[in-house]
């Protein structure tokens, strides 16, 4: 059975950091391109940020990038997610995918092609 523990939410003050952490268990981890996505209240979720297989590819969305760092360690089976001077437009649920596939990806902003979601974890940026 895969699971996708998020963990290392909480609430913060607007320019503060927070780091996320995805555990992953049940799957060839190593194998499997990673995504952070989030979803704030009344909204669609959105992606944040993506990461290849083999850690050579990464990829941010653009309300992101400069201020967030994904990482991963495979011998943790653990994808991070380092948030730099966080806003309060970044309050929103965050939640780890995986790609277990091993196909190209052109982009790993499409929700679509990962097969496997954790339960989200709360962050809060305070104004």
């Known amino acids: 059975q895969v699971q996708l523990v998020e963990s290392g939410g909480g609430l913060v003050q607007a320019g503060g950091s927070l780091k996320l952490s995805c555990a992953a268990s049940?799957?060839?981890?190593?194998?499997?391109?990673m995504g952070w996505f989030r979803q704030a209240p009344g909204k669609e979720r959105e992606f944040v940020a993506g990461?290849?297989?083999?850690?050579?590819?990464?990829e941010y969305a653009d309300s992101v990038k400069g201020r967030c760092t994904i990482s991963r360690d495979n011998a943790r089976n653990t994808v991070y997610l380092q948030m730099n001077s966080l806003k309060p437009e970044d309050t929103a649920i965050y939640f780890c995918?995986?790609?277990?596939?091993?196909?190209?990806?052109?982009?790993?902003?499409?929700?679509?092609?990962?097969?496997?979601w954790g339960q989200g974890s709360q962050v809060t940026v305070s104004s």
């Open positions: 049940g799957l060839s981890f190593r194998r499997s391109a």
């Open positions: 990461i290849s297989w083999s850690g050579s590819t990464i």
């Open positions: 995918a995986a790609d277990d596939t091993l196909r190209y990806r052109a982009t790993y902003s499409n929700p679509s092609i990962y097969d496997y």
